[in-house]
């Protein structure tokens, strides 16, 4: 067993499942060349996992002399997990399946700041963890915070109005599934790692805009989480000691300036917006071709293009990932962010590029799923305690599961 309690059956059975994950249908004879593994221990581990139902015999590949071999896919619905991203006043909720298919997705007002919150969030899950079908490896759940462990799932989010907030416990106790709670901007690139661009990529970062700025990293394959699950915080790094309150308490954040509220502040100042006009009445009159509206943009671009450079120094990444629901806006940031970059990156940086994701409501939960998905596939998966329900409830009991780890 390694620190995160992985024994080498795990590993293997792991490494198979990522590579058929990643490659798609896979004979066993590739399977025992990529993953230095001897044709027996091929053998045995794709054959439990064909028991179990995970894995599928498929037709033969075409084979240019010598015996073609079998192809083994995996079985997406043998198994699916629930994820709900969980925002101030809503809740996204979806199923997704083995290979990130959302089978269904739900939205719904929530009040976060209601006495009971955790429970009626319980409740709003319980029908998608009691509806029967495939094997549930459990819930992810994705908030706008840190997360020290996101096993015992202890959140600290000043946006909610959450401190210490032991919202895996209260799940747990609840709903009797595995629970790994995160941040949501990881969660995002969890996501972009096992379905995304970041699939075939082992360093990148990814940014996202909305209502708040948020920003991960993923080196060498891992999703920085720091000390303490606050890696990526660089939402909070003040900019303007006396600039604008930030929700988290502090004054003058980059999150400030270029989050949602941020904008609109900056709106009214300019001359833009008058009384309760916000952000849709900036994009519009930014469309309508409004110079003063579009500066707007401009400069907040600029304020998240020059902090974006500082990291990607420390991280050197191969790509920039951007989304989020404010990338629906992002025409009038790219221009400005592009030019900010190209200004601020070591020279040996300014290629790498900044590529924008399609965004729809479903996004931020099913990176949220995603953090339960990706504990089968990636040995890296931070599952912790976790870890070994999830996986026994896609490949059967711990007993089961140990008979034939070596
Ligand atoms: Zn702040």
């Not at 590579?19 to 399977?31: D, K």
Request: some cysteine; overall charge neutral.
């Amino acid at each position: 067993m390694d620190d995160q309690g992985i024994g080498s059956g795990d590993l293997t059975r792991m490494a198979v499942l990522a590579l058929i994950g990643q490659r798609g249908p896979t004979s066993r004879a590739v399977i025992a060349r990529d993953l230095d593994l001897s044709p027996a221990t091929v053998s045995q581990v794709t054959r439990r996992l064909i028991e179990r139902g995970v894995l599928e015999p498929l037709d033969f590949e075409p084979s240019i002399g010598g015996r073609p071999g079998q192809l083994l896919g995996l079985v997406a619905t043998a198994g699916h997990a629930v994820g709900v991203k969980v925002a101030v006043d809503h809740l996204a909720i979806v199923d997704v399946r083995l290979d990130g298919q959302v089978v269904t997705s739900r939205t719904e007002p929530f009040d976060v700041m209601a006495p009971e919150a955790v429970g009626r969030l319980a409740a709003s899950l319980r029908p998608f963890v009691d509806d029967g079908h495939s094997p549930l490896l459990g819930v992810g759940v994705g908030v706008p915070g840190i997360v020290n462990r996101p096993d015992l799932g202890m959140v600290d989010a000043a946006v909610l109005g959450w401190v210490n907030m032991p919202i895996g416990r209260q799940l747990r106790a609840e709903l009797d599934t595995p629970i790994l709670v995160e941040n949501d901007v990881k969660a995002l690139a969890i996501a972009e790692r096992l379905y995304g661009r970041g699939r075939n990529r082992r360093n990148f970062v990814v940014i996202t805009i909305g209502r708040g700025v948020g920003f991960a990293s993923v080196s060498d394959g891992v999703v920085r989480r720091g000390a303490s699950g606050g890696g990526g915080e660089i939402a909070h790094v003040v900019l303007s000691p006396s600039g604008p309150m930030c929700a988290c308490g502090s004054r003058g954040c980059l999150e400030a300036f270029v989050g949602a509220d941020g904008l609109v502040t900056a709106g009214r100042v300019a001359g833009v917006l008058r009384g309760n006009e916000g952000l849709g009445r900036l994009a519009e009159l930014a469309e309508g071709g409004d110079g003063k509206a579009q500066e707007v943009f401009a400069r907040a671009a600029q304020r998240l293009a020059r902090a974006v450079a500082t990291t990607m120094a420390a991280l050197d990444p191969e790509v920039v990932l951007v989304a989020g629901e404010g990338t629906t806006s992002w025409h009038h940031w790219d221009g400005p962010f592009r030019a900010t970059l190209a200004r601020y990156l070591p020279a040996s940086m300014r290629g790498v590029p900044v590529e924008v994701d399609s965004w729809d409501d479903t996004s931020w939960a099913r990176g949220a799923a995603a953090i339960v998905l990706a504990t089968p596939f990636d040995r890296n998966a931070f599952a912790g305690r976790q870890r070994p329900h999830v996986l026994a409830r896609l490949h059967g009991s711990r007993d089961g599961i140990d008979e034939e780890a070596g």
